[in-house]
DNA sequence: GCGACAG
DNA sequence: ATCTTGTCGC
């Protein structure tokens, strides 16, 4: 699709032409299996480890997993997490049996300063309906966020809006919810909540931090029947 | 120049 | 991201 930089400036350009190409309507229909996906590091920042786990949707029943290792070859740098955590997430991906309806990312989508945050990246190059789901702040400005789940206020960045500040449980801090690509931000925020029924982040970026972190996935409650 | 800054 | 301490949920 494009070739991947070495230089912060090389990236830059990078997202400049890629935010044209981020799609902002709602191309999502019926949703049967969301994705969660979260990357680590080992050995000092110097390996990385990405996990994506699907599962069914609405009952968040795992139903595949994937893991990838690979070296760091980018530094963090704010604004450009996507060149450092998206080629062994696309790893990861790449080894999946069931390829999921949506990706829900560690990161921001359109809430960045080039519109082009790693889910907008993840979305274009698997050409995936992607949001993005990030625990704190990169860009834009909202009022006081709320306290009651599924509650939320939008987040804006020069006039326009580019994500939602979402509650998804009761005292604890907010979501910052924003579309990554093929999908709106009503959507998105519909997903995130259907996705965070006991906990405050999505069941699936819990699942993927574990198996990346950890190397397996959490244990799940048994039903008895 | 100074502060802010996803993970 | 990672680390550490205290609090709370299950």
């Excluded at 190059?125 to 709320?146: E, F, M, V, W, Y």
């Excluded at 801090?173 to 998105?188: A, K």
Aim: proline residues 8%.
């Amino acid at each position: 699709m494009h070739p991947w930089p070495t230089t912060a400036d090389e990236a830059i350009a990078i997202q400049e032409q890629l935010r044209s190409q981020v799609c902002t309507v709602n191309e999502l229909d019926t949703v049967q299996t969301v994705a969660g996906v979260d990357v680590g590091f080992e050995q000092e920042n110097t390996i990385a480890r990405a996990a994506v786990v699907v599962l069914r949707y609405p009952e968040l029943e795992p139903i595949d997993h994937a893991l990838a290792r690979q070296p760091v070859t980018f530094p963090y740098i704010p604004g450009l997490l996507s060149f450092r955590e998206s080629p062994v997430v696309l790893d990861a991906l790449a080894q999946l049996q069931h390829p999921p309806d949506v990706l829900i990312c560690d990161g921001q989508g359109l809430a960045h300063p080039r519109r082009c945050g790693i889910a907008c990246h993840l979305g274009l190059l698997t050409n995936i309906p992607a949001i993005g789901c990030a625990k704190s702040r990169l860009i834009g400005q909202h009022d006081p966020p709320p306290v009651e789940r599924g509650d939320w206020v939008a987040l804006t960045d020069q006039g326009e809006t580019i994500g939602a500040v979402l509650c998804t449980r009761q005292g604890t801090r907010p979501l910052y919810v924003s579309p990554g690509h093929r999908i709106s931000l009503e959507r998105s925020i519909a997903l995130v909540l259907g996705c965070t029924t006991r906990y405050r982040l999505p069941e699936t970026t819990r699942m993927a931090h574990n198996l990346a972190s950890h190397g397996v996935l959490p244990q799940r409650q048994q039903r008895l029947c």
